[in-house]
């Protein structure tokens, strides 16, 4: 009588990034292309899920505020059941796994059944909205801070303050900042951040339909609905960002962009003698 052994599957744990699926890593591409199974959230592109080979199985597992596909435990016994039985699985999330998911839950869950697993980050959508606003998250002079903040508003979720996380060098990113923004605002301007500080609310990041709006602080409030998912930036950085829209007082914000005037004055030499024997040197 012959044994059969099946050896255990493994998991991983992937970034989708914010929606293009040239904006995945190679790692992430390279375990989508072998997985046997992927798991994905709703947030996932169609883009990224083209990606994936016809003969693997897809399934969405897909969970949003007030309404959810799957629960969280279904999610890790499927997990668990396909690696038991010698799967490749992919649980392919939006953006980074380890920025606002519930990567935390899972680990414990896989770990807590022994199975193996590895985390491929990915491109999260502060970074590409940044880089498609054209404008650092931080800067030496003028954001030497960056907090990354949920404003999710699930029943679930207990809210919390802003409180000390609140400075004018730091650049608050809003990840889910949902469509009403008169009690952020009240929120920010509460904490000590000036009505005038510029912000920009990015829709769609990477996305064919990506649309990016900057206002300031006061103009939250009357700022449109935009398609989900979104996020907001907070900070001074954003008073050089590209925009589709701006919703900004005429004039600009010449206070907020004097350290980038400072950065543009150059020590020129006194003399043409100085600049020669520079360019000896």
Known sequence: MRTHYTLPGRVYLVGAGPGSAKLLTLRALEVLRMADIVFHDDLVSEDVLATIPAHTAVQ????????????????HLRMISAAQSGQTVVRLKGGDPLVFGRTHEEITALRKAHIDFEI??????????????QIPLTERRGASKLVFVSNHCCAEKNQGHLGQTLAEDATLVFYMPGSEFGALRSELTANGLSDDLPCLLVSQVARLEQKLIRTTIRGLSSLPVQPSPSLLIVGVTVAGARADEDLIPDGGYPELNRWHEEELILELPHSLEAVATKLAL
């Open 120 to 133: 491929v980050p990915g491109i999260t959508a502060a970074t590409a909205a940044a880089a498609a606003a």
């Open 60 to 75: 969405s597992v897909g969970k949003r505020c007030g309404f959810k596909k799957t629960s969280q435990q279904e999610i």
